[in-house]
Nanobody, 116 residues
Framework: QVQLVESGGGLVQPGGSLTLSCVAS????????MGWFRQAPGNQRELVAS????????NYEDSVKGRFTISRDNGKNTVYLQMNSLKPEDTAVYYC?????????WGQGTQVTVSS
């Protein structure tokens, strides 16, 4: 059974930083690319960052390029999202999931709120 447990969210002021973590289980983690997604109220869920199975290649949505960094530790079945220079528009629930269409389950997500 696939399980994805996100953590690390919270309330942060504009310009601040947070690091999100996602611990995965129930599948061969190191064989799959992973993504961080976010969903703000009234918006569709969007992919903001992805990383290949070995961690060699990362891609970012334009609005987070240069501010967010995705990484992974295959020994710990964990993917991270370092978020710097946070903006109010980054406020959303953040989720991780394998990027493969074979996976449809989502975790509970972690709330990130950027506000002064």
């Amino acid at each position: 059974q696939v399980q994805l447990v996100e953590s690390g969210g919270g309330l942060v002021q504009p310009g601040g930083s947070l690091t999100l973590s996602c611990v995965a289980s129930g599948f061969f983690f190191s064989a799959y690319g992973m993504g961080w997604f976010r969903q703000a109220p009234g918006n569709q869920r969007e992919l903001v960052a992805s990383i290949t199975w070995g961690g060699g290649t990362a891609n970012y949505e334009d609005s987070v390029k240069g501010r967010f960094t995705i990484s992974r530790d295959n020994g710990k079945n964990t993917v991270y999202l370092q978020m710097n220079s946070l903006k109010p528009e980054d406020t959303a629930v953040y989720y991780c999931k394998p990027t493969s269409a074979a996976f449809s389950s989502w975790g509970q997500g972690t709330q990130v709120t950027v506000s002064s």
